[in-house]
């Protein structure tokens, strides 16, 4: 037996073998997360086309990825290239511009989860109340003084479950249902588009009133779409988990932008094409009406409005658990860097995913179900916009600072092309400032409640601090590195 004995050597050899074999997100894995990120679907752009109308509507959801998507996507496409740290945009301006202003773009990401979060699942369940109205009722059970448990909210609770634990699992779990849950939500999409120039002359003359545009207008339609076009840079904080970076990111980003606004556009100039008026587009559910006109009914069953209201469920699931992946890796690097406490860092021996910062988060986002949050474009835009407008400063910054960085993709035109890159995010962000100030948040004008949530960013980090409770690290450029060989 002893001449069957392993060489002395072998066991040297498994150590590489089991920390290659740790699952990363390799390139369509990472464009359907991205895109549930981005979007989650043609669900929730009815508004644009029921309140600019077909023409206008469509323009802007045609243009807007050249000016809103197309710079963040390239940004994001040489920033990952060159620095594919974990924590993403937080790890690029913490690099490029101090640990100050690395804390304020963290913070303003984490901000805005806790109004952003919570939509998904309520709007998870706003979908499946369409096919079994159970879940909307009853009195809910009261479990404290003044704390009320519903039907709604025990689904919610689910949904953020089932997202925990597959984010527990592993980011190629993450990755695979993402691009499942995208074939499944876009099939019933590709039904509509198919069928709509088989039923034009049916719709047509069924639905031959004029079609009258709704109160949103054109700016208005501006705003909704760029809520419903923004989020490119939520993939880069998995960067350290993706399979060689420097070349999948700037890939990915281009196929994410074309796949959403392909997802926007093509069902709106088929239904179009069919006839069916912008007023079919009103309210709730709208999607599952006009399937009824497309593909009618079989014994009086709208079959793929029912489909498209599954697609709903999806998307609602689809996107939160993309973002539960992406936010969670800022906690994991803010603790790294000693800007957190030390837990956060601790990640799960077998597929290294931060357990405490997913966990934690999730119970945060679950303690919000109660809250009655609905989408606060204005909020998100502003929060999500400031931190965009830190990213395009980095960007700026580290062409100046470290001319020498490797760099996989660059946005064209040198040092002019990285400064002018911004200039039209930036325009549509004052255009949305301007357009939209009646928004409320627990009673509060949105803008303010905006710029308060910026300056207790402000506060947080000098207080910390002040009375030394982290130990932030300097920064220092061989620490982020530019990840895996290309």
């Known amino acids: 037996m002893s001449s069957l004995s392993l060489p002395a050597h072998y066991p040297s050899h498994t150590i590489p073998t089991a920390k290659k074999s740790i699952a990363k997100l390799s390139l369509w894995p990472l464009v359907a997360a991205t895109f549930f990120m981005v979007s989650g679907g043609t669900y929730g752009t009815e508004e644009i086309i029921h309140g600019a109308g077909y023409g206008r509507g469509i323009l802007i959801l045609l243009f807007l990825p050249v000016l809103w998507s197309l710079p963040p996507a390239f940004m994001v496409g040489e920033l990952s ?26 913070w303003l990401s984490l901000a805005a989860s806790i ?30 003084p003044g704390v009320v448990i519903t039907r709604a909210m025990m689904v919610g609770a689910f949904v953020i479950l089932g997202s925990t634990v597959i984010n527990l699992a592993g980011i190629r779990v993450v990755g695979i249902t993402s ?27 069924t639905h031959s009133t004029a079609a009258s545009a709704g109160e949103l207008g054109v700016l208005g339609g501006v705003l909704v779409a760029m809520w419903n076009y ?13 399979e060689r970076p420097q070349r999948t990111y700037p890939r990915a980003m281009i196929a994410a932008v074309v796949l959403v606004a392909l997802s926007y556009i093509l069902p709106f100039v088929a239904v179009y094409a069919a006839g069916v008026p912008t007023s079919a587009f009103e309210g709730d559910g709208s999607w599952a009406r006009v ?28 996107m939160f658990n993309a973002l539960v992946m992406s936010y969670s890796r800022l906690p ?16 799960s021996a077998k597929s290294k995913t931060p357990w405490v910062a997913i966990v934690a988060c999730c119970i945060c986002w679950t303690l919000c179900l ?3 949050f609905r989408r606060l474009v204005t909020l998100d835009i502003m929060l999500y916009g400031a931190s965009l407008m830190l990213e395009f400063v980095t960007l700026v910054v580290l062409r100046i600072k470290e001319p020498g960085l490797k760099r996989e993709f660059r946005v064209p035109g040198g040092l002019t092309g990285a400064v002018l890159l911004g200039v039209f995010p930036l325009l549509l962000l004052l255009l949305a400032m301007i357009e939209s100030n009646h928004e409320t948040v627990l009673g509060i004008n949105g803008l303010l409640f905006g ?5 207790v960013g402000f506060i947080i980090y000098f207080v910390s601090k002040k009375m030394k409770i982290l130990k932030v690290k300097p920064v220092v450029t061989e620490e982020i590195g530019s990840g895996e060989p290309a």
């Open 451 to 455: 710029t308060i949530i910026m300056f």
């Open 81 to 106: 290239s060159a620095l594919p740290a974990e924590g993403g945009y937080y790890a690029w301006v913490r690099r490029g511009m101090g640990n100050f202003w690395g804390f304020q773009e963290a």
């Open 115 to 144: 109004f952003d979060m919570a939509i998904y699942p309520t709007l998870f369940v706003a979908y499946l109340t369409q096919v079994a109205p159970w879940f909307a009722g009853g009195q809910g059970w009261q479990i404290l």
């Open 332 to 347: 994991l690097a803010m603790a790294q860097d000693g800007m957190m406490p030390k837990l956060f860092a601790k990640t």
């Open 179 to 205: 691009l499942w849950l995208f074939f499944l939500l876009s099939a019933p999409f590709a039904l509509v588009v198919l069928l709509a120039p088989f039923s034009s002359g049916t719709v047509a003359a």
């Open 291 to 318: 399937a009824g006109m497309i593909a009618g009914t079989w014994h009086g069953f709208n079959w793929l409005g029912f489909l498209l209201v599954l697609g709903g469920m999806m998307s609602a699931f689809g």
């Open 370 to 372: 109660g809250l009655g």
């Open 230 to 242: 923004m989020g490119w840079d939520n993939a880069s904080t998995i960067a350290r988990e993706v």
